[in-house]
């Protein structure tokens, strides 16, 4: 077995183009996904019982569930069952920010059972409101505790991106695979894309581990 | 009677029609079957490789730090995606010998998971204060018995959530080795739905079978570690 490994450098601007996607892809979805899954941890400290068990439902539901699965559910079901059509891009940033809101909202719901109830009490003591209390005094402590949280997540999330190549939204994997196929350099082609995504996601990854240390809780 | 190979605009918005799961039941079940001991295996590898290496990266010194350092940050920077495929159609170019389906796919997720299960040992491990390993020495303990008989009881309690996340994180990951035709429950539901036409009711009693996998066994091992939990302490 030979290998040429001049195949990747000749399909260099495509790999490119294909990360480009794939770093889209991960920011779009965390756009939705930050205020997404605050939403649902809200809804799931919410005073009403039927609005808490919902919520709590779709939560583990999407928590407990291939992502794989997830978006095959949404390209094949939405458009046969429901006549609802969605490009490529659409249908895997729907089935990416579902999953990672889910996530977000378990994430934002730690951080903010993590500040301690005196605070509420003192804050509503002091006449504040509820979402005034929220805003002002228990989200700015939370969001710092959970950002070392939420970057994992981010990290994870740049992986799992690779799995909508399967609905063919021509992400780094989707480029790659492709390139597999129309050349049978096999080897190259896939240790390429795997570099590839090392390269990129070794150094988020040293980011978070970074976050985690410097923003170590200690209360 | 025919198969119903109805166009999607011919049918009223939800027309539930649930006899082709009940007639190809086995189908399914084997897809089942091939998802729990894939997962089962890949966990079996990932947790035996995660022992190994979170032990010798704890108290190996510091070239085995540094190595399994390297394999752990690899790993878990990589897509499981891009390491299934990449094990399966170009590992076997690299020792010149076919892999099957399911051994890649075992292969793949248990490494895979092996470089998370390291990170979880080793921090379990750093956890336990390093009096308790000293003290286990000056009782004439050699290093191995030490971190057999103390250190490892304690820190797998404190593991356990993690553990079990991971456990969890393996079952569901295991669905992505339908991409390299391992006939496992999301490969049988993808070819199922395009034999039946049915992808509404066959999608979803997949996502109900990984549910009903996923969602007891995280809640299980939750209760393990509050019933034990207490032991972990120290």
């Known amino acids: ?219 | 009677m025919g198969r119903r190979v109805a166009a999607p605009e011919d049918r009223t918005a939800m027309d539930v029609d649930i006899s082709p799961l009940i007639e190809n039941w086995q189908f399914i079940l084997t897809g089942l079957g091939f998802t729990l001991s894939l997962s089962g295996l890949s966990i079996v590898l990932g947790v035996g490789i995660g022992l190994v290496c979170g032990v010798m990266r704890t108290y190996g010194g510091s070239l085995l730090d540094t190595a399994i350092g390297l394999y752990v940050d690899l790993l878990r920077s990589i897509p499981v995606l891009a390491i299934l495929v990449w094990t399966y159609f170009a590992f076997p170019l690299v020792i010149g010998e076919s892999l099957t389906p399911f051994s890649g796919g075992v292969l793949a997720l248990g490494v895979h998971l092996g470089a998370y299960v390291t990170e979880v040992i080793r921090a379990g491990l750093t956890s336990i204060r390093p009096g308790q390993m000293r003290a286990a020495l000056a009782l004439g303990m050699s290093p191995l018995q030490a971190i057999r008989t103390i250190i490892l009881p304690q820190a797998l309690i404190r593991m356990l959530p993690p553990l079990g996340s991971l456990i969890v994180i393996a079952v569901k990951d295991s669905a992505i080795a339908s991409v390299i035709a391992v006939p496992e429950l999301l490969r049988q539901s993808q070819v199922l739905a395009g034999k039946t036409f049915r992808p509404f009711e066959i999608y979803t009693a997949a996502m109900l079978i990984y549910f009903l996998i996923c969602y007891p066994t995280a809640r299980t091992i939750d209760q393990i570690y509050r019933r034990f939990a207490p032991l972990g302490a120290s």
């Not at chain 1, 969001?143 to 063919?168: C, E, G, H």
């Open chain 1, 1 to 219: 077995m030979t290998f040429d490994w001049s195949v990747v450098w000749d399909n260099r601007w495509r790999l490119i183009s294909g990360a480009e996607m794939t770093i889209v892809l991960t920011a779009t979805t965390m756009a939705v996904a930050l205020p997404g899954g605050l939403l649902l941890a809200l809804l799931r400290l919410s005073p009403f019982r039927v609005v808490r068990s919902f919520t709590t439902g779709i939560v583990e539901f999407f928590r407990a569930t291939p992502l794989i699965l997830q978006i095959y559910w949404i390209f094949y079901v939405l458009p046969a069952a429901f006549d609802i059509r969605l490009s490529e891009f659409a249908t895997a940033l729907l089935g990416l920010s579902l999953n990672v809101s889910s996530f977000n909202s378990e994430t934002f719901r730690a951080g903010i059972q993590s500040i301690r109830p005196g605070q509420w009490n003192a804050a509503l003591a002091l006449g504040m409101s509820k979402p005034q209390v929220l805003h002002k005094i228990i989200l700015p402590q939370a969001m710092l505790r959970v950002l070392p949280a939420l970057a994992s997540t981010w990290v994870s999330l740049f992986k799992d991106t690779s799995l909508v190549s399967i609905i063919a939204v021509a992400d780094l994997s989707y480029v790659a695979l492709k390139i597999r196929s129309e050349t049978y350099r096999v080897l190259e082609v896939l240790t390429a894309m795997a570099a590839l995504y090392c390269l990129m996601g070794y150094p988020q990854a040293k980011l978070v581990d970074w976050l985690h240390r410097r923003l170590k809780v200690a209360e």
